[in-house]
């Protein structure tokens, strides 16, 4: 039998243990990691891993550009049914349209930003238009 090799002595693991916190931000959280990885003499990802096996990690959460945290197209669709009063079924069909035209639409349907993307004359047109077919 082959003998295995301890990456992490009980001692790395007590010092990992005791210099995470998980319910920290998530910058000191990263912070933490870059400062366990230097006293350990091991890269970012291996403290990440060992973290992760060890059940502590917590998983960094994406950030948009904006600096807001991001959404998914799903939840951003059942915000703009819950905003118009709509079953999801009847528009869930937009999860399929990008994402920059789904958050037009939600700013729209919120009232933000309409006149930057000229969205309220295109739907005064079309009002207009099922007033007139109606």
């Known amino acids: ?47 990440i891993a060992k973290l992760v096996n ?8 994406h950030v948009a550009k904006d600096g807001s945290k991001s959404m998914s197209k799903e939840d951003r669709v059942t ?23 789904i958050k037009m639409v939600q700013e729209l349907v919120s009232g933000k930003n309409a006149a930057e993307h000229n969205l309220s004359q295109v739907l005064d047109s079309v009002e207009a238009y099922m007033v007139e077919s109606e």
């Open 54 to 61: 060890l059940d502590l990690y917590v998983k960094m959460e």
């Open 1 to 47: 039998m082959t003998k295995k090799t301890v990456n992490y002595t009980a001692t790395d693991i007590e010092q990992l243990t005791a210099g995470y916190d998980p319910t920290a931000e998530q910058d000191v959280r990263k912070a933490q990691v870059k400062t366990l990885a230097a006293e350990l003499g091991r890269k970012d990802a291996s403290i």
């Open 79 to 101: 915000a703009i049914s819950k905003e118009m009063g709509v079953d999801n079924d009847v528009i869930g069909s937009l999860v399929k349209a990008n994402v920059s035209v």
